[in-house]
């Protein structure tokens, strides 16, 4: 980063701590009235699902503003940055997953207003009857969500640091929103954090496109962008190699089937107040990466046309970089910075205050009322409470104290959730599925995900692919996952039938 | 048809729909202000919006009230708790 760019930077620190104490106060203030508007009596329904109330205006932007995180506007730049055009994959995914909400949201919200389901692990054990699969879908849903509040934790105190100019430490910006969050969140439960995602949602959205408008002005419109590009990055024009395409096949089952399972996810499909206000908000849904995701990802490529050369470490900022250049060649619209910054921080507390408040409601519900069934609501509530800080704590001390080579070995997200496709997607519609078979696939799914991904982290010599093929570690293993819950449940079905057609025979024969 | 094998032949064409939005061999230009971008960025580009208006669209058809038969009825609709069988890992 330039001096110039760096001081105008720190212009806007010094302004920024203003803006981030105001921000948290009125966030706060939303929190308060979220713990107004929750039933006198403490109910996990009223705390984790809002009374399952929640209309089209909240759904919407609740599920909008948890979807995209962080990496939406930093992440995401950075790639296209990096990878050219081939990064459109991104925006594709994005609308995958509400392709794939289309396979099983509709019969889930059914079955989670006759049956009161809280968590994702209460529609498996309903469906299934099994303990120890309903458990392991609870313990990969929350190990998962750690890993995603820890990641963006990290991300949020590194902007800190980056939009102070430095000035202010990462740990403290770490600590300073969580705290926030943790606040706002335990407040009011998922009315809080879903009236918050309003907020945030709106700002992400309008950050997008004013930071999209702001970079194509100055570069002089599509036409000259274009041709920019051509000149600065031809190899962006390469059509993809046969192993590029089938990695981009791939990133796009295993992200559009993990995002569509995420807990939090799951949880606002439970929270809907009606079939048809959850319908039109995934109607919506699916346009949203147009204007969303591929503007940041022109804000990649156009970056890559201002500074050509940058290392794959630089251009993580490559969004940030744009923006400061920009507000100091036409320092009228320093502004900008200030609305990047403030969508950065809305996508990162609006993902983690749910990815939180999804662990407390798999703790409470899945895991502390299944060793204590006689509890009472109320005291169930104050456990929630209670692990929403525990979690916390624990979060934020890995995000500031760990390494990030060993971050890296236990970051395991999507793997893990995608395992639990074959019980919802299969599970919903094929009505003689037992749970044996989903519990052997489960289990030899999340051992190859294991395999592969921490495999290749701790046992370097072994030169274990995270890509096999190609192909994703975690679809690979999903794969495997659906042909032994396919096979062992066909297998047993045929055996079954056997079994009983010799009965008669062996009955006559006593 | 059974509502489960009706299910399973809609998962396979989002599956298929998904799919094709790969750029599979979209290869050459455009001429004109449409060859700024080469043509597999194009198809990219166009099967995703063709996507989200698919998407859209099958919502509509997908989720009418009577697709969605009560959980416990006899057209392909999970069993209760009450009615499963006991675990059999084997």
Known sequence: MNSESASSLFQVGNGLWFFFILYSLILLGIGWLGNRASSSEASLSDFYLSARSMSFWVLLPTLYATQYSGNTLVGFAAKAYRGGFSTLVVVTFMMGVVGFYLLYAPRLFALSRRYEFITTADYIQHRFGNRLLSTSVAVSGIVAMANFIISNLKAIGVMTSAATGGQTPAWVGICFFALVILIYETLGGLRSVAWTDVIQGFVLFLGCIAIFAAVIYEAGGVGSVLKDIHQAAPSFWEVPSASQQVEWWSTLMIISIGIALYPHAVQRIYAARSASALKNAFQVMVYLPLFTTLLMLSVGWIGRTRFPALSDGESEGITLKLLTTLATELPSIQWIVFIFLAAVFSAIMSTVDSALLSISSMLTQDLYRVARPKTPESILTRFGTCSSFVVMIICVLFSIFINQSIYKMIEIKLELLAQIAPAVFLGLYWKSLRAGPVLWGFVAGIGISLYFVLGSQILPWAAIPTKPMGIHAGLLALGVNLLLVIGLQLFSSSNKQSHSKKKPFSTSEA | ?90
Request: glycine share 8%; proline share 8%; with cysteine.
């Open chain 2, 1 to 90: 048809m059974k509502r489960s094998v009706r299910q399973l032949f809609r998962g396979v064409f989002i599956l298929i729909l998904l799919s094709v939005t790969v750029p599979w061999g979209a290869d050459g230009y455009m001429s004109g202000t449409w060859g700024l971008l080469p043509v597999w960025v194009w198809y990219a580009l166009l099967l995703n919006v063709v996507f989200a208006v698919v998407v859209c669209f099958l919502f509509e058809r997908w989720w009418a009230p009577e697709s969605i038969p009560a959980p416990d009825d006899e057209d392909g609709g999970p069993p209760s708790r009450e009615r499963q069988e006991n675990v059999d890992l084997s």
